[in-house]
């Protein structure tokens, strides 16, 4: 079992920049990795993923190119690096982990989650 739990979430102007980490208490080299958000009044939504090795890596097209997503498996920590943010990135952030055998973006296929985090984007 891990315990997940984000951080570095906040208000920013839009086109400013935020970095997002996820520590875990057990050892994240065992997990796929994902964030997830949830926007008030909508479902929870995939942003990216990350294998366990870190050799995978995928993104919602919404946040392609701007989002960065890596891991420290030495940290047990995994980041989302968000650039040039809009107002439509405004949600609470959710760190996840996945023991399963490939890595999916679906939020149901997640075993573990963070709390969330607030990340706000002002216009």
């Known amino acids: 079992q891990v315990q997940l739990v984000e951080s570095g979430g906040g208000l920013v102007q839009a086109g400013g920049s935020l970095r997002l980490s996820c520590a875990a208490s057990?050892?994240?080299?065992?997990?796929?990795m994902g964030w997830f958000r949830q926007a008030p009044g909508k479902e929870r939504e995939f942003v990216a993923a990350?294998?366990?090795?870190?050799?995978?890596?995928f993104y919602a097209d919404s946040v392609k190119g701007r989002f960065t997503i890596s891991r420290d498996n030495a940290k047990n920590t995994v980041y989302l690096q968000m650039n040039s943010l809009k107002p439509e990135d405004t949600a609470v952030y959710y760190c996840?982990?996945?023991?399963?055998?490939?890595?999916?973006?679906?939020?149901?296929?997640?075993?573990?989650w963070g709390q969330g985090t607030q990340v706000t984007v002002s216009s």
């Open positions: 996840a982990a996945d023991s399963g055998l490939l890595v999916v973006v679906f939020p149901k296929r997640y075993d573990y």
């Open positions: 057990g050892r994240t080299s065992s997990y796929h």
């Open positions: 990350i294998s366990r090795s870190g050799g995978n890596i």
